[in-house]
């Protein structure tokens, strides 16, 4: 099925469904002076839809705020407004955050679940522990899912991560319409799990593999990710609340992870906006955003005298340093990394003990200490392809003496 390009206006997929009346007989109900008449209900429908603000809305129909947000969630209505956030607006989300789900918090404020996390952030507020999952939560995941809308339109409308999406899917037994056939729900969660915390394709891959599941090819996972709606975008206008926080960001040098992954934008989206608010070189940090420390000029002429003559992990931690943190500076420094460590005749024998025992490619890389990435293409070099097989720990020594 084609994933389906949401319009930015939109709010929901589908109407949470109706809690189903108790089978009693109906009595007459009492006559209220207060009650909302069809005439009001309409003109609140029409303002709301105006993009008024609540407290507007009120004073126009003659009723008080909070009556107005109740019929406003009673009707179901929810909208992505443009309106600057007032005092009373601040108030109520500092009061709510973290303690109440997000779209329950924007349908009260006639916001969308990106606009009210953009106005948390400003506000330097923090998130509790995941509030317990609506109906109306469950409606749009079930739909969503079901029509195979990308995975990063239903985290930002409904507001919650990647990780929250997976996790209430297995829970809820669906699975997503453009699900890869071979991919298992525990490697999917994963995969995206590590994809939502910044790691590239290719420390993904290779995570999977050390972790037990199928190795897989960097091309081959991409279009998986891709097809399930990781980063994908969908045209939304940007907000002053979003603009004020990539202003924030690129004055205080901080990471843009958690504005791609709450906003639910992806980093080129991110730069465009920067280069349209011209925004380059105003980091606060020389490295941009790299929250480590800045690299001196001593440590750079020792990456480059020592870098691929000694394995790179060990060199990282001689520095201080993360693996991470060497290797991206190596490659804005033009370096090119020449270490691999020779395969020694009898791992080579190993090899083909193990693809004629049965043994899994993570099992012989755990058992040589490689990389079941390197292992994996150095097997392929020689005429192993050793494809999906059950796990089981060997030891070099065990597999040399099978023979």
Same mark, same amino acid.
Not at 122 to 129: P, Q, Y
Not at 149 to 169: D, E, H, K, W, Y
Not at 205 to 228: C, D, E, H, N, S
């Given at each position: 099925?084609k994933?389906?390009?949401?319009?930015?206006?939109?709010?929901e997929l589908v109407?949470a469904?109706?809690?189903a #009346?108790?089978?009693?007989?109906?009595r007459?109900?009492?006559?209220?002076?207060d $009650?909302?008449?069809?005439?009001?209900?309409?003109?609140?429908r029409?303002?709301f839809?105006?993009d008024?603000?609540?407290?507007e809305?009120?004073?126009?129909?003659?009723?008080?705020?909070a009556?107005?947000a109740?019929? +406003?969630?009673?009707?179901?209505l929810?909208?992505?407004s443009?309106?600057? &956030? @007032?005092?009373?607006?601040? @108030?109520?989300?500092?009061?709510?955050y973290?303690?109440?789900?997000?779209a329950?918090?924007?349908?009260? #404020?006639?916001?969308s679940? =990106?606009?009210?996390?953009a106005r948390?952030?400003?506000l330097d507020?923090?998130?509790?522990?995941?509030?317990?999952? *609506?109906? &109306?939560?469950?409606?749009q995941?079930?739909?969503?899912?079901?029509?195979g809308?990308p995975?990063a339109?239903?985290?930002?409308? +409904?507001?919650?991560?990647?990780?929250g999406?997976? =996790?209430?899917?297995?829970?809820?037994?669906?699975?997503?319409?453009?699900?890869?056939?071979?991919?298992?729900?525990?490697?999917?969660?994963?995969?995206?799990a590590l994809?939502?915390?910044?790691?590239?394709?290719?420390?993904?891959?290779a995570?999977?593999?050390?972790?037990g599941?199928?190795?897989?090819?960097v091309?081959?996972?991409?279009? $998986?990710?891709?097809?399930l709606?990781?980063g994908?975008?969908w045209?939304?206008? &940007?907000?002053?609340?979003?603009?004020a926080l990539?202003?924030?960001?690129? *004055?205080e040098?901080?990471s843009? @992870?958690?504005l791609?992954?709450?906003?639910?934008?992806?980093?080129?989206?991110?730069?465009h906006?920067?280069?349209?608010?011209?925004?380059?070189?105003?980091?606060?940090?020389?490295?941009?955003w790299?929250i480590?420390?800045? &690299?001196?000029?001593?440590e750079?002429?020792?990456l480059?005298?020592?870098?691929?003559?000694?394995?790179?992990?060990?060199l990282?931690a001689?520095m201080?340093r *993360?693996?991470?943190? #060497?290797?991206?500076?190596a490659n804005s420094?033009g370096?090119?990394?020449?270490? +691999?460590?020779?395969?020694?005749?009898?791992? @080579?024998?190993?090899?083909?003990?193990a693809?004629r025992?049965?043994?899994?490619?993570?099992?012989?890389a755990?058992a040589l200490n490689?990389?079941a990435?390197?292992? =994996?293409?150095y097997? *392929?070099?020689?005429?192993?392809?050793?494809g999906?097989?059950p796990?089981r720990?060997?030891?070099l020594?065990?597999?040399?003496?099978?023979?």
């Amino acid at each position: 099925m084609k994933p389906l390009d949401l319009d930015a206006d939109i709010v929901e997929l589908v109407p949470a469904p109706r809690q189903a #009346l108790p089978a009693t007989p109906l009595r007459e109900m009492a006559y209220r002076a207060d $009650a909302w008449t069809p005439e009001e209900s309409e003109r609140l429908r029409v303002l709301f839809l105006d993009d008024m603000a609540i407290g507007e809305i009120a004073l126009a129909i003659g009723r008080g705020r909070a009556a107005v947000a109740e019929r +406003i969630a009673m009707l179901g209505l929810r909208r992505n407004s443009a309106r600057t &956030w @007032t005092e009373l607006d601040d @108030t109520e989300l500092t009061q709510r955050y973290g303690g109440e789900p997000t779209a329950g918090i924007a349908s009260d #404020l006639g916001r969308s679940c =990106s606009a009210v996390y953009a106005r948390a952030r400003l506000l330097d507020l923090t998130e509790g522990n995941p509030a317990e999952w *609506t109906p &109306w939560e469950d409606a749009q995941l079930i739909e969503g899912y079901r029509r195979g809308v990308p995975l990063a339109q239903i985290a930002t409308l +409904i507001g919650r991560p990647f990780g929250g999406l997976s =996790s209430r899917a297995g829970a809820l037994g669906i699975v997503h319409a453009n699900h890869p056939p071979d991919w298992s729900e525990a490697e999917t969660a994963r995969a995206l799990a590590l994809a939502e915390v910044g790691h590239r394709y290719t420390a993904i891959v290779a995570m999977l593999a050390q972790q037990g599941f199928p190795a897989r090819t960097v091309r081959g996972f991409g279009l $998986a990710i891709r097809k399930l709606g990781y980063g994908r975008g969908w045209g939304r206008s &940007w907000t002053p609340e979003e603009d004020a926080l990539l202003r924030k960001a690129y *004055t205080e040098g901080a990471s843009l @992870t958690p504005l791609r992954r709450q906003l639910g934008r992806t980093a080129g989206s991110l730069r465009h906006r920067a280069d349209y608010l011209q925004l380059r070189g105003l980091h606060a940090n020389r490295n941009g955003w790299r929250i480590g420390p800045d &690299w001196t000029e001593a440590e750079e002429a020792r990456l480059r005298a020592d870098y691929g003559r000694i394995p790179t992990r060990r060199l990282a931690a001689s520095m201080g340093r *993360t693996k991470a943190a #060497l290797t991206s500076r190596a490659n804005s420094l033009g370096l090119v990394h020449g270490y +691999i460590r020779p395969f020694s005749d009898d791992e @080579t024998r190993a090899l083909g003990i193990a693809f004629r025992t049965g043994v899994s490619i993570a099992d012989l890389a755990a058992a040589l200490n490689r990389k079941a990435m390197s292992l =994996s293409k150095y097997a *392929t070099q020689h005429g192993y392809r050793f494809g999906r097989r059950p796990r089981r720990a060997v030891t070099l020594e065990a597999l040399l003496a099978s023979e």
